[in-house]
């Protein structure tokens, strides 16, 4: 192995196209004047280059270190420590000065040469080979991540001058940068020390990043002594000097955007060097801060208010509506830039709250102002400074919420949940007063009326805009009216990480919970629960019943007030923004169950009798042709109802059962999907009345397997074979007739034998429904599913493929030998 490895670094030295002339100005024009041949050998040595990387990485994965895999006794083989010293001293030299270190040379104490500082000492002797080599970004892109991998199972053991090497690299190549500054003969070599230090912060940050993942306490000892005792250097070397930079360039333009079109291809450079030291930063920052903090470390200050001032500074040119200004190159390296640093903020809170308690209300007060400064301001106010700044307010010329800045919204909206639900806050005196004076009630009524709005933006007929420079932002969420099972399961799944809405409702949840915001957020949706007035003007206009109704008597009816101009479909349309309003509040309303439970005054049953069960009632009464609008509000009360199973009064005259039996039988399939699931949580109250569930088998069942055969996805189709089995298991005190049992039983044969790759799954479903009609008919009538059953047994035990299929068929064949 030793052999192969020595063999695949010499391969990465000797495949440079270039001879080992002295770097200088001369070399370089005479680099440029190469034919196009030579152009295409750079190309194919480049590929080798890089294949010989990728075959040593791979040989790292499988022979670095023994990981007790394989068989006990066996040979393992492994790199030997002459091979690996060889491998760490080749790699290391490789990033910092472009130079594979030898066999012969590494056995001759070679590999203690610093060959940074030969590169700084004298610059001259620099080989174009060298030259090549560190300016590779494919190929030291592939050395960082080989790097990792090595750190991973060395660190913090062995290799322990592998981040001192990379940090003294960025500061004495930054060093040389500042010597050769004003120089007008020296732009190649600081192009060229600039590279270097871009290639020791790429390796420091994946090493940072590969063991900030290890849990030990030797290596959260080691992750905190290397942030004590290089993070300074990081900051002053690597951090500071581009931001220097960018504010030296705020200083000489008159505002932002000028800074943006004229930086050019300097200014793109330095926004991609400031971002990826800003990383290896927030490694150090969030693996460590506590220990920074208790050490009184003065680079805490240093950084946090760093990152306020860029943020304060730069975040009002990119989410405002002038970012169309931002120079096209310029726009996607700062919003990176700006995104490591809202993460910062967010996963330092989250991690260390205590410690971050002294830094709350600045950043409290910039992420809020920022969510408001995307989200606008409510669209009556934007017609009245229309009218006054003749369309040059906030909002004038964009009518809604900008795709691309899904990444902040959901930053900002989780700092103020990940705040609002640290209960450790109020045992703080200093965070206890700070928390009590930025949540004050009237920014939580306000705060909490944005929420609501950003609830239900995804089912509202805005477009999403989504920018080309916007890598994170490609998957546009699943409308509604496109494919509704989809959007059934996208909902389901959504994750506040990448989703405004469901981040919203985390925010909306922190804030009634939390002993700051509680006794406001309360208070505040129940006045909306009580409003039937407008509840039932929505469910008219989505049924169709009411036609030309006044918008004006429609806006005066929206509870939240008029929606914000950025939220805003940009379209007259009052009707929705009624019916997503209320969609919103009832989202709420179910989110907050347990909470509204112990509330004074409210009772889910009351609201269901006056309010809920008789607009839901409603809508299923109206002809389906009546339907001119999307089944919003009937798809939410119906998820409702599920929320607050336990409350449901299934006695009541609107038959709640009867309602949902109704909506499987619905024409939206999202609608239905919703009804199985509402269903499915009202079951155990129905332990109790047997005839009740009767009289929802008969026209349920055929629902369900018209649903089945609709739906594409097996989740879908799944969970209505599990309700099917579970209201034929539920059936005590009477019997099914044999026309319903029939009606059961005759489509499982089909189900089965169409059950195969992703809907394998299915054949669990179909052995759990047999063997609940096994034990409903008793030993008299089992006998007549022998010939359909036995088989299915039989193969559950033949095929490997079944073997999630065997606790249910000995269930089932247990059932028949009783």
């Known amino acids: 192995t030793r052999k192969t490895t020595t063999q695949s670094l010499a391969f990465v030295k000797s495949t440079s196209t270039s001879t080992s002339t002295p770097f200088t100005t001369a070399t370089v024009m005479d680099q440029e004047n190469e034919s196009s041949s030579a152009t295409h050998k750079e190309s194919e040595a480049a590929t080798m280059r890089l294949a010989a990387v990728l075959s040593l990485k791979a040989a790292i994965t499988r022979r670095w270190k023994d990981k007790g895999r394989g068989k006990v006794g066996a040979t393992k083989n492994l790199l030997s420590e002459g091979a690996k010293t ?105 192009q060229l020390f600039q590279a270097v ?47 220097q930079e960018l504010e030296s360039l705020g200083n000489t333009a008159s505002n932002n955007n000028e800074i943006m079109r004229g930086g050019g291809e300097c200014t793109a450079f330095t926004l991609r060097n400031a971002t990826l030291t800003s990383r290896v930063v927030s490694h150090m920052m969030i693996s460590s801060f506590s220990k920074l903090v208790e050490e009184n470390s003065p680079l805490v200050d240093q950084i946090l208010t760093l990152t306020h001032s860029f943020l304060s500074r730069w975040l009002p040119c990119i989410l405002g509506d002038n970012d169309d200004a931002v120079y096209v190159a310029l726009r996607k390296p700062l919003k990176q830039l700006l995104r490591v640093h809202c993460d910062l903020i967010v996963d330092l809170q989250s991690s260390h709250p205590e410690s971050f308690a002294r830094y709350l209300t600045p950043f409290l007060t910039l992420f809020h102002s920022s969510l408001m400064c995307i989200v606008g301001v409510p669209e009556q106010e934007r017609c009245q400074r229309r009218n006054v700044a003749n369309n040059n307010d906030l909002g004038a010329n964009n009518s809604n919420l900008r795709g691309s800045t899904d990444r ?41 009326r944005t929420l609501l709005q950003l609830f239900s933006i995804h089912i509202s007929p805005i477009q999403i805009v989504h920018d080309d420079d916007d890598d994170d932002s ?51 949706l129940m006045g909306f629960v009580t409003n039937v007035v407008s509840q039932r003007l929505a469910v008219e206009l989505e049924g169709g019943i009411s036609f030309g109704v006044d918008p004006q008597i429609i806006y005066s009816a929206l509870p939240l007030g008029a929606p914000c101009a950025k939220l805003s479909s940009g379209v007259e349309n009052a009707s929705m923004d009624l019916l997503l309003q209320w969609d919103a509040i009832y989202t709420a309303a179910g989110l907050m ?31 389906k042709q009546q339907r001119t609008q999307l089944p919003i509000l009937q798809r939410r009360m119906i998820w409702l109802l599920s929320c607050n199973a336990h409350q449901v009064p299934i006695s009541s005259p609107f038959n709640p059962f009867g309602m949902l039996s109704s909506s499987i039988s619905d024409q939206d399939v999202c609608v239905r999907l919703t009804a199985v699931q509402a269903m499915d949580a009202l079951l155990p109250q129905c332990e109790d009345a047997p ?65 195969i790759d992703q809907n394998l799954r299915l054949k669990r479903s179909v052995l759990t429904i047999l063997s609940c009609i096994a034990s409903f008919v008793g030993p008299e009538s089992c006998s007549v ?27 089932i064949w247990w059932g028949f030998l009783r």
Not at 423 to 444: G, H, I, R
Not at 501 to 512: I, P, T, V
């Open 86 to 190: 060889l491998l760490r001293t080749s790699m290391l030299n490789l990033v910092l000065a472009g130079r594979v270190v030898a066999a012969k040379e590494a056995a001759e104490g070679g590999s203690n040469q610093h060959q940074t500082d030969f590169m700084i000492a004298n610059p001259n002797s620099i080989t174009r080979e060298q030259v090549e080599l560190i300016q590779d970004r494919a190929l030291q892109t592939n050395v960082a991540s080989l790097l990792s991998k090595i750190a991973r199972m060395d660190l913090p053991l062995k290799w322990q001058e592998l981040i001192p090497s990379l940090v003294e690299a960025v500061r004495c190549a930054q060093g040389a940068v500042y010597q050769t500054k004003h120089q007008p003969q020296s732009k190649q070599m600081q």
């Open 197 to 243: 230090i871009y290639n020791a912060m790429n390796s420091l940050e994946a090493i940072l990043s590969e063991i900030s993942t290890q849990r030990l306490l030797v290596n959260k000892k080691y992750r905190n002594s290397i942030a004590l005792q290089y993070l300074g250097s990081i900051v002053e070397s690597g951090l500071m000097p581009p931001f």
């Open 408 to 448: 902040f919204v959901i930053a900002f909206l989780s700092f103020l949940a990940n705040v609002a639900g640290t209960s450790k806050y109020a045992d703080l005196v200093n965070a206890k007063s700070e928390m009590a004076s930025f949540f004050t009630p009237s920014l939580v009524q306000s705060l909490s």
């Open 474 to 524: 490609k998957e546009d969420a699943v409308l509604w009216q496109d494919d509704p099972e989809a959007f059934y399961h996208w909902e389901m799944n959504r994750s506040s990480e990448e989703d405004v809405g469901c981040a919203a409702q985390n925010l909306f949840l922190a804030l009634a919970e939390s002993s700051f915001s509680g006794d406001v957020v309360l208070p505040w």
């Open 593 to 623: 169950g347990s909470i509204l439970e112990n509330y004074p005054g409210y009772s889910f049953q009351t609201w269901f009798r006056v309010s809920v069960g008789d607009c839901l009632s409603m809508l299923l009464r109206q002809s």
């Open 691 to 755: 005839s009740l569930l009767h009289s929802i088998v008969e026209p349920t069942a055929p629902a369900l397997y018209q649903l089945v055969n609709e739906c594409a996805e097996v989740e879908s189709r799944s969970s209505c074979l599990d309700l099917l089995s579970n209201l034929i298991c539920m059936q005590t005190g009477g019997s099914l007739t044999n026309e319903i049992l029939n009606t059961i039983v005759a489509p499982l044969s089909s189900i089965w034998d169409n059950a």
């Open 785 to 811: 599913l022998y010939p359909l059953v036995l088989p299915m047994i039989d193969e559950s035990f033949a095929r490997e493929e079944n073997v999630f299929l065997i606790e249910e068929a000995l269930k």
